[in-house]
């Protein structure tokens, strides 16, 4: 196995720009599933912007991936708009209390002032301070929910999903100012000089139909995406849990630069009907194989990705499914991008992937 002989920023320079690079880029979802290897719980990483600078910073020298993470997670904003959250000391953060129970509570809503509400400025100081020390070397950026997801946890996830056939209004209006929220990170983000991107687990096939999608959520991602091609002059990554097949094409159509595939769908089968259009993200299974997977568990599966999508016309980085879990063994996370070296190594030698 060779070792790197670009650094992170010098291999997505040259990715970006269609030359010759040394490696397929990997870049596994990290972020706070990392604190405990640096010495800080969960709860810690999100209440302490030291944690959160020693774990984006301890990552990046322990694993040397193609970009680094920072951001507010899913519950970050919910809890900026009045949600309240629970912090297990080493596990997710979830919602506690949603923010209304009703719609005639949605007047004492309002879009978030990322500087003042919640803990967003915790995740704003960390990026700015990461981005100083190891930007030089890596690309630094940050990935929030987006507005469906957002509006789900303040209203509830289950009366959110009711609400679109019982109360579509109101769950429009709700979206509105979730999609206001949203467009204020990202500005923080872009003021910060630095790029973010999208995760809308809940806007998922297997939880909402693609028409449900194509009304509550394509609008509402499609003015952040908007926002960000304005600020950036490029699409980003838009990343969405479970099955998505039905709603590819959508996705798309939205603007993204960059399509994150759950490990639930084919990567290859998303490269024959979209990869002319977007680069593609993914997809090792991040529980069965990088956490409780072996070492050459590990390097088949990230092979097999690689196989079926390394010539995409648009690009291909190597990256998990879905974020690594809390508890994995950082031996896991080397070997998925020993695998990028070993099997990624430019110009790809296709027997190697036989």
Not at 156 to 168: H, Q, R, V, W
Not at 290 to 299: A, D
Request: glycine share 8%; aromatic share 8%.
């Amino acid at each position: 196995m060779k070792p790197d002989e670009m650094t992170p920023k010098e291999r997505m320079d040259a990715f970006a720009e269609g030359k010759d690079i040394d490696r397929i880029p990997c870049s596994p979802f990290l972020g706070e599933s990392c604190a405990p290897i640096f010495g800080h719980s969960i709860a810690a990483h999100n209440h302490s912007i030291q944690a959160i600078i020693d774990t984006a910073i301890g990552s990046f020298q322990m694993f040397r991936p193609d970009s680094i993470g920072i951001g507010p997670g899913l519950q970050g904003i919910p809890e900026a708009m009045g949600c309240e959250i629970g912090f297990p000391e080493n596990n997710t953060p979830f919602i506690s209390k949603i923010a209304i129970k009703d719609y005639s509570e949605i007047e004492k809503l309002r879009p978030i002032d990322p500087y003042k509400d919640g803990r967003i400025s915790y995740f704003l100081e960390g990026l700015k301070t990461t981005n100083e020390r190891i930007g030089n070397e890596v690309y630094v950026g940050s990935s929030m929910g987006g507005p469906f997801t957002t509006a789900a946890f303040l209203r509830g996830t289950e009366n959110f999903l009711k609400d679109m056939s019982k109360n579509p209004e109101m769950a429009h209006r709700l979206l509105e100012i979730s999609t206001e929220s949203v467009i204020r990170y990202i500005d923080a983000v872009c003021d910060l000089g630095l790029s973010v991107s999208i995760a809308e687990p809940i806007a998922s096939c297997t939880m909402i139909s693609a028409k449900r999608f194509r009304e509550f959520v394509k609008p509402y991602l499609k003015k952040c995406m908007d926002r960000i091609i304005q600020r950036r002059g490029s699409g980003t990554t838009l990343h969405i849990c479970g099955r998505t097949k039905k709603i590819w094409a959508d996705m798309v159509d939205i603007g993204i630069g960059n399509l994150s595939l759950d490990n639930i769908d084919d990567i290859g089968e998303l490269k024959e009907q979209f990869g002319d259009k977007v680069c593609l993200i993914g997809n090792v299974d991040p529980v069965e194989i990088i956490m409780r997977g072996s070492r050459e568990e590990i390097y088949a599966a990230a092979k097999e990705c690689i196989r079926k999508a390394h010539d995409n016309p648009k690009g291909y980085v190597l990256s998990t499914g879905c974020d690594v879990p809390i508890g994995t063994d950082p031996d896991k996370i080397i070997a998925l991008m020993d695998a990028a070296r070993i099997y990624g190594r430019w110009p790809i030698n296709v027997d190697k992937l036989k």
